[in-house]
């Protein structure tokens, strides 16, 4: 049996393998790195540098006491006290040189806003310190009725128009899967200076504390459940973008990752199943990509890279709904 060829080409970056790690807390460890590299991750992706953060450090939260939303005295208590992230932003650039130094896979720098402003300046500093490349994660949740789609979308655009027009370096938007027209905004992206797009931001949704009468917030580690909206959009997506797709959300097993790949992802992003089994998995992992890609006569994963997408379906909107009524018609009772 031969050996399947597992490199692909990520934001311009020559990787071994299409498995590379998310942001996560794993890069806030030198030694935990290492371990991930050591095991076969091809690239890995530092936790967020918030906006909230940078604008902390610069002393510029005064905005946040003028505004009407903060007229209730507990709302500043919402955002967490500068040292409760886990990352300063010096300390983050120094990270940034430590694991370059350290690592022989690229490092990705992590960029987390709503809104452009002062704090994109941030993507030069990462560039600065060594980043092989920035995923920009343009995190919010409108809930002003006042404010449009179109007006929101306006401002991430612009946002990424500011960080991929001062660098060198590619950037990568990581979105939420709750756009009106996401392959629209896709490509609009790209025209912004976009060199991929991740799919798909995971919102942490709160829950109530009914003993506390508060609201908590959680955090539930992802299953392969998650995996099926991802498929559908990286398939809807991946004949129209020039760039590259990331997939990060609900890869837990070889098979999630190769459905992925046949989707159209160039990479898949793990956290979860790292958090959940520990580095070792990363090697079953792609030793399962391997095997399965031989065994299945793929000689390289451009081959297996979306041969499931919607490229041959002369209707892909007709062909999802023409599925949706059919799964719904096939109910019994």
């Not at 500043?76 to 983050?92: I, K, M, R, V």
């Not at 809104?115 to 490349?133: F, I, L, S």
């Not at 939420?176 to 991740?198: C, D, N, R």
Request: aromatic share 8%; hydrophobic share 45%.
């Amino acid at each position: 049996m031969y050996a399947p060829d597992l490199a692909t080409n990520y934001l311009g970056l020559k990787l071994s393998s299409p498995l590379i790690v998310g942001a996560s807390p794993f890069c806030d460890n030198i030694d935990s790195a290492s371990r991930l590299a050591d095991a076969g991750a091809s690239a890995i992706i530092m936790r967020s540098l918030f906006e909230e953060q940078i604008d902390y450090e610069q002393k510029a939260l005064s905005y946040l006491l003028d505004t009407p939303a903060e007229s209730f005295a507990e709302a500043t208590s919402y955002f967490p006290a500068f040292s409760e992230y886990q990352l300063a932003p010096d300390y983050y650039l120094k990270q940034i040189a430590l694991l370059k130094k350290t690592l022989r896979i690229p490092v990705i720098a992590s960029l987390n806003g709503h809104r452009p402003g002062g704090w994109t300046d941030y993507a030069v500093k990462m560039e600065q310190a060594g980043a092989d490349a920035i995923e920009l994660n343009l995190y919010q949740l409108i809930t002003d009725p006042a404010q449009s789609g179109d007006e929101i979308e306006a401002d991430m655009l612009q946002t990424v128009r500011e960080v991929a027009g001062s660098v060198k370096i590619p950037v990568a938007v990581k979105l939420s899967a709750f756009h009106t027209a996401p392959a629209q905004f896709a490509l609009a992206l790209e025209h912004a200076g976009a060199k991929g797009i991740v799919l798909f931001n995971r919102f942490y949704q709160p829950d109530f504390n009914l003993d506390e009468l508060d609201v908590q917030p959680s955090l539930r580690l992802s299953d392969s459940t998650e995996l099926l909206l991802r498929l559908r959009w990286l398939a809807v997506l991946s004949p129209h973008v020039k760039g590259s797709l990331s997939c990060t959300g609900g890869v837990h097993t070889k098979e999630d990752a190769i459905k992925a790949l046949l989707a159209g992802a160039d990479t898949v992003q793990l956290v979860s199943v790292l958090l959940k089994h520990g580095p070792g998995i990363m090697g079953l992992l792609r030793e399962g990509l391997r095997v399965w890609m031989a065994e299945h006569d793929y000689r390289d994963v451009t081959q297996l890279r979306g041969a499931l997408n919607l490229k041959r379906c002369p209707d892909p909107a007709a062909h999802e709904r023409a599925n949706y009524i059919r799964i719904l018609q096939s109910w019994r009772i």
